[in-house]
């Protein structure tokens, strides 16, 4: 069997849709009658609770509280409904080229898994994504209560996927250290910089297309750990929306 691929998914497999969601909250806002400018600070500010705790109706209720809002049921369910759409609009927009890529490394013999730090409402929309049926495995930290670089996030991908993390190669951007958090537990690593250079400072195999990949899973390559690839630093969590 050809060694399973781990991927990340925004700024991976899709572009993250940053300034989308930002906007989006904001628009949920106004429907829920709080002011747009708060709701999208509480949001960043409340990160971790989103990806492994709250679904997007709690989120909406406890965070308008905080505000001084007082939102009506069917202003909650409108919102969450708005947010849940941006899901749906980000997933389905994955190019065909990475399609293409992901069917390649399948037809290659390469079991794939997925790991995100998302949100409620990614996953619930991920089974009717032109993605899902390309994935073997899929773990989303809202799901798990679990997010990057937990090494618990990624035992757990590779156990479902019936291997050791050492078995298999990890494939992200380097968000919320994600890459020093695979390495660490002995998945080789490659950083993809596609949608975005998010951790220029890694020190391992790298490409800019993802259809790069299939040819580099062909070459011998080894593992980095995290000490080589940020000599004297550790690394950072960025926040995801």
């Given at each position: 069997?050809?060694?399973?691929?781990?991927?990340?998914?925004?700024?991976?497999?899709?572009?993250?849709?940053?300034?989308?969601?930002?906007?989006?909250?904001?628009?949920?806002?106004?429907?829920?009658?709080?002011a747009?400018?708060?709701?999208?600070?509480?949001?960043?500010?409340?990160?971790?609770?989103?990806?492994?705790?709250?679904?997007?109706?709690?989120?909406i209720?406890?965070?308008?509280?905080?505000?001084?809002?007082?939102?009506?049921?069917?202003?909650?369910?409108?919102?969450?409904?708005?947010?849940?759409?941006?899901?749906?609009?980000?997933?389905?927009?994955?190019?065909?080229a990475?399609?293409?890529?992901?069917?390649?490394?399948?037809?290659?013999?390469?079991?794939?898994?997925?790991?995100?730090?998302?949100?409620?409402?990614?996953?619930?929309a991920?089974?009717?994504?032109?993605?899902?049926?390309?994935?073997?495995?899929?773990?989303?930290?809202?799901?798990v209560?679990?997010?990057?670089?937990?090494?618990?996030?990624?035992?757990?991908?590779?156990?479902?996927?019936?291997?050791?993390?050492?078995?298999?190669?990890?494939?992200?951007?380097g968000?919320?250290?994600?890459?020093?958090?695979?390495?660490?537990?002995?998945?080789?690593?490659?950083?993809?910089?596609?949608?975005?250079?998010?951790?220029?400072?890694?020190?391992?195999?790298?490409?800019?297309?993802l259809?790069?990949?299939?040819?580099?899973?062909?070459?011998?390559?080894?593992?980095?750990?995290?000490?080589?690839?940020?000599?004297?630093?550790?690394?950072s969590?960025?926040?995801?929306?």
């Amino acid at each position: 069997m050809s060694r399973p691929v781990v991927f990340d998914l925004f700024h991976t497999l899709v572009q993250g849709a940053d300034e989308a969601r930002d906007r989006v909250v904001g628009e949920m806002a106004i429907m829920v009658g709080v002011a747009p400018a708060e709701l999208v600070a509480a949001y960043h500010a409340t990160w971790r609770d989103r990806l492994v705790r709250w679904d997007v109706e709690e989120t909406i209720r406890i965070l308008a509280g905080r505000l001084g809002g007082t939102p009506t049921n069917e202003q909650v369910t409108r919102a969450g409904e708005h947010r849940r759409a941006l899901a749906r609009r980000v997933l389905d927009s994955v190019s065909t080229a990475t399609l293409d890529v992901l069917d390649a490394l399948r037809g290659d013999g390469h079991p794939l898994a997925l790991i995100s730090n998302a949100t409620s409402e990614t996953a619930q929309a991920w089974p009717q994504s032109p993605l899902a049926q390309r994935f073997d495995v899929a773990v989303f930290s809202c799901d798990v209560g679990l997010a990057k670089p937990d090494p618990a996030i990624y035992h757990l991908a590779a156990e479902r996927l019936g291997v050791g993390p050492a078995e298999c190669v990890f494939v992200g951007d380097g968000a919320d250290g994600e890459l020093a958090g695979a390495a660490a537990v002995g998945m080789t690593v490659f950083r993809t910089t596609e949608h975005n250079d998010t951790d220029p400072s890694w020190g391992g195999p790298l490409f800019a297309t993802l259809g790069d990949l299939p040819a580099k899973l062909r070459e011998p390559f080894t593992a980095i750990g995290p000490s080589a690839a940020h000599p004297g630093r550790r690394d950072s969590v960025k926040q995801r929306q």
